[in-house]
C-alpha cells in the first residue's frame, strides 16, 4: 500500500519509538495505520507513552489494553562502551526484552518486527550478505545477535531487519556518526580526526521505516538486511559530509585508524560491517536508495541548523 491510499486498520505498537529511528518509523507508521501507539522511557515526543519494555508484566498489560496486530521492537541500548561497561543491562535490555516481545507476539499470532544490526559481524569479510555467520564480539553485538536468534527461533510471523550505520534524527536525536562529526563542526573543530579503517554501509531512518513498512506488505515473512545502496569508511562518510555542509576548505578532515579513538571507543568494532541486501534485492522488495543520496537530503537539516534557521 502507498502513503498516499487509505489507512488500514491494523494496530502497530512501537516499542522504544523514542530514538533516532523512532521518529521515522512512527511517521511511516501513521502515514500508513490509524491505530499508532509509540511507546519509550525516554519521554521526549508527545506522542509518546511510556513502556519499559524490561518490564514483563507491564508489557502483557499493554498488549491486553492496546491489541497490537503489529508490535515493532525497536528500541536497545546502542552506546557499545555503555553496553561494554554494563553487560547485565545490555543483555537484559538488549536480548532478553525483545524475548518478551517474541513471547508476548507469538502467544497472541501477531506479527514481530525486530530490528538488528550489520555489528554482529566479525568483520573479517568484506561484505556481508543475510546467508553469512554473525560472529559478535561485542557485548552490545552479542545481546542484539541473541535477540534475532530468538525472534528467529520461536515466532512464526517475523521480520528482522539489520540496519548499518543509522543517519538519522537530526542534531536532537541523532545518537551516533553524523551528529558526532556535526557537533565538532558546531563547536568550531577545524580539523576532524576519522578513521578511515572502519567500513560500513550507512542506513537513513527514513528510508530504513519506510522499508521495513513496505516489506512487510509482502507478506515476506522473514530476516533482511536493509541498507542503503553503496559503502565506505568512516572517513569517507565525514568528507561526504563535510563537502554537503559546503565547509570543505573551512574544515580539515585527518584520516587516522582506530587506535586514535582507542581510548574513547574501546568497544570491539569489526573492522568490516558492510552488508548486501541480497534477499530484497532477489525479491525485487529493495527499497534502499544510495547512501550518498540519502546523506544530501539528510545534511539539509545540519545546514539549517548551522546557519541558525532551526
Ligand atoms: N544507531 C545505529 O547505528 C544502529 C545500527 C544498527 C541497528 N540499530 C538498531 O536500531 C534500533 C533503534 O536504534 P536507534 O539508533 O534508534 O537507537 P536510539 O536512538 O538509542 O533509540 C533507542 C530508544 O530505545 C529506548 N530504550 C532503551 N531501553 C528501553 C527500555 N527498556 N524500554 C523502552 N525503551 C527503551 C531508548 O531510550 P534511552 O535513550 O533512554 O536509552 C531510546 O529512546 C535498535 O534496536 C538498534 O540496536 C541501530
Known amino acids: 500500500m502507498s502513503a498516499t491510499s487509505t489507512k488500514t486498520n491494523e494496530r502497530v505498537l512501537l516499542l ?28 521526549n515526543e508527545p506522542w509518546l507513552v511510556h513502556q519499559d519494555f524490561r518490564d ?3 508489557l502483557e498489560r499493554l ?24 553487560p547485565e543491562d545490555s543483555w537484559a535490555t ?13 502467544k497472541r499470532g501477531l506479527t514481530l518486527v525486530y530490528v538488528s544490526t550489520a555489528g554482529i559481524f566479525g568483520g573479517e569479510q568484506e561484505f556481508y550478505t543475510d546467508f553469512d555467520m554473525p560472529q559478535p564480539t561485542s557485548h552490545y553485538a552479542k545481546s542484539k545477535y541473541y535477540g534475532e536468534l530468538f525472534v528467529e527461533r520461536k515466532m512464526s510471523k517475523y521480520f528482522i531487519f539489520r540496519a548499518g550505520w543509522m543517519m538519522g534524527g537530526g542534531p536532537e536525536k541523532d545518537k551516533k556518526f553524523v551528529n558526532k562529526i556535526y557537533r565538532q563542526i558546531k563547536g568550531g573543530a577545524k580539523e576532524l580526526f576519522v578513521v578511515a579503517d572502519k567500513l560500513g554501509t550507512p542506513t537513513y531512518t527514513v ?12 507478506g515476506f515473512y522473514g530476516l533482511y538486511n536493509q541498507v542503503c545502496g553503496g559503502s565506505g569508511s568512516r572517513l569517507d562518510v565525514a568528507r561526504e559530509f563535510v563537502r554537503l555542509l559546503g565547509l570543505e576548505h573551512e574544515v580539515k578532515v585527518t584520516e587516522v585508524d582506530s587506535s586514535h579513538w582507542q581510548k574513547e571507543y574501546f568497544a570491539p568494532r569489526p573492522h568490516s560491517e558492510k552488508l548486501v541486501n541480497m534477499k530484497l534485492e532477489r ?14 537530503e539528510y545534511a539539509e537539516v545540519f545546514r539549517k ?4 534557521k532551526v
Open 16 to 43: 522504544g519509538a523514542g530514538g533516532m529511528l523512532g521518529s521515522a518509523v512512527y511517521e511511516a507508521a501513521t502515514v500508513r495505520h490509524s491505530h499508532v501507539l509509540a511507546t519509550d522511557i525516554d519521554l
Open 56 to 58: 514483563l508484566a507491564s
Open 63 to 86: 498488549f491486553d489494553e492496546f491489541k497490537p496486530t503489529i508490535v515493532f521492537h525497536l528500541g536497545a541500548l546502542t552506546d557499545l562502551e555503555y553496553c561494554e561497561t554494563n
Open 94 to 106: 538488549n536480548a532478553l526484552s525483545p524475548e518478551n516481545s517474541a513471547l508476548l507476539a507469538e
Open 207 to 218: 528510508d530504513f521505516a519506510n522499508g521495513m513498512f513496505r516489506v512487510l506488505e509482502t
Open 283 to 296: 525479491r525485487g522488495i529493495n527499497f534502499m536508495r544510495d547512501w550518498k543520496v540519502c546523506l544530501a
Open 305 to 308: 541548523d548551522l546557519s541558525g
